[in-house]
């Protein structure tokens, strides 16, 4: 709830915006993450094989190969040296994602996702309290140990347990042990810790959020000097804390969100009424100069907030 006047968060957005303008990046990302999830399961449900594999390693139309450097990395420390076609499609994903930004593989293509929303979801419905929250560099020492573990097992450890791998696993051969592990993703987040999931345990997420370290797309308060402090950005964003110096920086401060832990999601461009934030690139660092105060208060906001 915003919390300002008790009233849905993105209340403001959608009366000044509408519903789908308000909505745009979530919905785009619901159609991007069905689409990755939905081109490895042609072949398997419909013999349609454009793309063989799955999200770990991948062969597309049978000459663009795509390999998950994170499986790389593990399959390499493991002792296992692998084949020409996997280096180059680790090689092909790693550039790609160092480019536009390494977390948006976790908001814009890891089916989990869609998982950890729903519990969020309904964790804030249901008005349940934080919970326990494991520190935030959790997540890398979760990393050290999945590598660890691949050292001395001579396994490619994360595969064993990976919830990404065992959702397309069930959705391929039917309900069973496997999807144990997406349950216990989504009551994890649900009842345990509120995101604890991707926000502080999930290694994937980390080893992505060190690769776009210095990645081109970001996310920027261009505007800051119109947000109303409605609070709604804080309530959508997964990891609220990296908006706080780019919104509330002074003047001579970047407005860029610079953190490797955005995911790139878009939620706070989608929520936010006086459209303080937008997607820019990392050198386009100047924040946009002050409305006139009338600018900032629309009437559209005033009814709002009296409402």
Request: glycine share 8%.
């Given at each position: 709830?915003?919390?300002?006047?008790?009233i849905p968060v993105g209340h403001d957005a959608i009366a000044e915006k509408g519903w789908l303008s308000a909505h745009k990046y979530l919905l785009l990302r619901r159609f991007s993450q069905?689409?990755?999830?939905?081109?490895?399961?042609?072949?398997?449900?419909?013999?349609?094989?454009?793309?063989?594999?799955?999200?770990?390693?991948?062969?597309?139309?049978?000459?663009?190969?795509?390999?998950?450097?994170?499986?790389?990395?593990?399959?390499?420390?493991?002792?296992?040296?692998?084949?020409?076609?996997?280096?180059?499609?680790?090689?092909?994903?790693?550039?790609?994602?160092?480019?536009?930004?390494?977390?948006?593989?976790?908001s814009w293509v890891c089916p989990i996702n869609p998982v950890t929303d729903g519990a969020h979801w309904l964790h804030e419905k249901l008005g349940m309290p934080k919970g326990w929250q494991p520190k935030a560099?959790?997540?890398?020492?979760?990393?050290?140990?999945?590598?660890?573990?691949?050292?001395?097992?001579?396994?490619?450890?994360?595969?064993?347990?990976?919830?990404?791998?065992?959702?397309?696993?069930?959705?391929?051969?039917?309900?069973?042990?496997?999807?144990?592990?997406?349950?216990?993703?989504?009551?994890?987040?649900?009842?345990?810790?509120?995101?604890?999931?991707?926000?502080?345990?999930?290694?994937?997420?980390?080893?992505?959020?060190?690769?776009?370290?210095?990645?081109?797309?970001?996310?920027?308060?261009?505007?800051?000097?119109?947000?109303?402090?409605?609070?709604?950005?804080?309530?959508?964003?997964?990891?609220?804390?990296?908006?706080?110096?780019?919104?509330?920086?002074?003047?001579?401060?970047?407005?860029?969100?610079?953190?490797?832990?955005?995911?790139?999601?878009?939620?706070?461009?989608?929520?936010?009424?006086?459209?303080?934030?937008?997607?820019?690139?990392?050198?386009?660092?100047?924040?946009?100069?002050?409305?006139?105060?009338?600018?900032?208060?629309?009437?559209?906001?005033?009814?709002?907030?009296?409402?």
């Amino acid at each position: 709830m915003s919390r300002k006047a008790d009233i849905p968060v993105g209340h403001d957005a959608i009366a000044e915006k509408g519903w789908l303008s308000a909505h745009k990046y979530l919905l785009l990302r619901r159609f991007s993450q069905a689409f990755f999830l939905a081109i490895f399961l042609l072949g398997p449900w419909f013999g349609i094989w454009w793309v063989k594999g799955n999200l770990s390693g991948s062969l597309t139309f049978g000459v663009l190969p795509l390999t998950d450097p994170f499986i790389l990395i593990q399959s390499i420390v493991a002792g296992h040296w692998p084949e020409t076609t996997a280096l180059i499609g680790a090689v092909i994903v790693a550039a790609a994602y160092a480019l536009i930004g390494g977390r948006v593989y976790c908001s814009w293509v890891c089916p989990i996702n869609p998982v950890t929303d729903g519990a969020h979801w309904l964790h804030e419905k249901l008005g349940m309290p934080k919970g326990w929250q494991p520190k935030a560099n959790t997540r890398y020492w979760v990393l050290a140990m999945v590598l660890a573990v691949s050292v001395l097992g001579g396994v490619i450890a994360w595969e064993l347990v990976n919830p990404i791998s065992m959702l397309h696993r069930g959705l391929i051969f039917g309900m069973g042990f496997a999807w144990a592990f997406v349950l216990a993703v989504f009551v994890f987040d649900f009842a345990v810790a509120r995101r604890g999931w991707c926000g502080h345990l999930c290694p994937v997420g980390a080893f992505y959020g060190l690769l776009g370290t210095k990645s081109l797309l970001r996310v920027s308060a261009v505007d800051r000097a119109a947000c109303d402090d409605c609070m709604d950005c804080f309530a959508v964003c997964p990891e609220m804390h990296v908006i706080t110096p780019a919104l509330r920086g002074r003047d001579e401060d970047t407005p860029l969100i610079l953190s490797p832990d955005c995911t790139n999601c878009g939620r706070c461009i989608d929520v936010c009424a006086p459209q303080v934030f937008r997607f820019t690139h990392r050198f386009d660092d100047s924040p946009a100069p002050a409305r006139p105060e009338r600018e900032k208060n629309t009437p559209s906001t005033k009814a709002s907030r009296a409402a």
